[in-house]
T-cell receptor, first 116, second 108 residues
Framework: NAGVTQTPKFQVLKTGQSMTLQCAQD?????MYWYRQDPGMGLRLIYY???????DKGEVPNGYNVSRLNKREFSLRLESAAPSQTSVYFC???????????????FGDGTRLSIL | EDQVTQSPEALRLQEGESSSLNCSYT??????LFWYRQDPGKGPEFLFT???AGEEKEKERLKATLTKKESFLHITAPKPEDSATYLC?????????FGAGTTVTVRA
């Protein structure tokens, strides 16, 4: 059971280039998320998708776009990369809340992106 | 705005030396407090969910507790394999707000 798979693991871009980060989950989760993690800061939500066919902005959406391709896949696109977007990007997914409470998010191992 | 503050930023322990990590939070309408472990080069790995003040959860050498304003992660008799960054996050509606984490190093 792979869980959440992110590709690529590493990428170096030049300023102004475009890039799509891929994420797929095999846990049949409804909700998927994209975060960025920067040194000394907590994970920050970029975009999320509560269910197939819907996407919403998170805390730091500027400069990014997303596509929920199907229930399994959620991609993040940088149309014109900037040095400020150098970061580690994590994708996560979660199941709907149950009578026992909200379900935890499960994370992939990240994409390390450097923009020169 | 939801805020999560973790302390200390870093903690160095001798093997067997028990200690506690703190997570202070302000949130409108807590729907859950989550603890994660993150190893270098990896994504966060889920440990615990706490929902209400007074609740406690345990897993091996880790025990998480929750009050109305903070949560503690107690590490009892830690081993070197407990070395990691521990993240705390609070859930409000759809959004998880994360603290910056506490990096724990356990020396043999």
């Amino acid at each position: 059971n792979a869980g959440v798979t992110q590709t690529p693991k590493f990428q170096v871009l030049k300023t102004g280039q475009s890039m799509t980060l891929q994420c797929a989950q095999d846990m049949n989760h409804n909700s998927m998320y994209w975060y960025r993690q920067d040194p000394g800061m907590g994970l920050r939500l970029i975009y999320y998708s509560a269910s197939e066919g819907t996407t919403d902005k998170g805390e730091v959406p500027n400069g990014y776009n997303v596509s929920r391709l199907n229930k399994r896949e959620f991609s993040l696109r940088l149309e014109s990369a900037a040095p400020s977007q150098t970061s580690v990007y994590f994708c996560a997914s979660s199941a709907p809340a149950t009578g026992l409470g909200n379900q935890p998010q499960h994370f992939g191992d990240g994409t390390r992106l450097s923009i020169l | 705005e939801d805020q999560v503050t973790q302390s200390p930023e870093a903690l160095r322990l001798q093997e067997g030396e028990s200690s506690s990590l703190n997570c202070s939070y302000t949130v409108s309408g807590l729907r859950g407090l989550f603890w994660y472990r993150q190893d270098p080069g990896k994504g966060p790995e889920f440990l615990f969910t706490l929902y209400s003040a007074g609740e406690e959860k345990e897993k091996e050498r880790l025990k998480a507790t929750l009050t109305k304003k903070e949560s503690f992660l107690h590490i009892t008799a830690p081993k070197p394999e407990d070395s990691a960054t521990y993240l705390c996050a609070v859930l409000n509606d759809y959004k998880l707000s994360f603290g910056a984490g506490t990096t724990v190093t356990v020396r043999a």
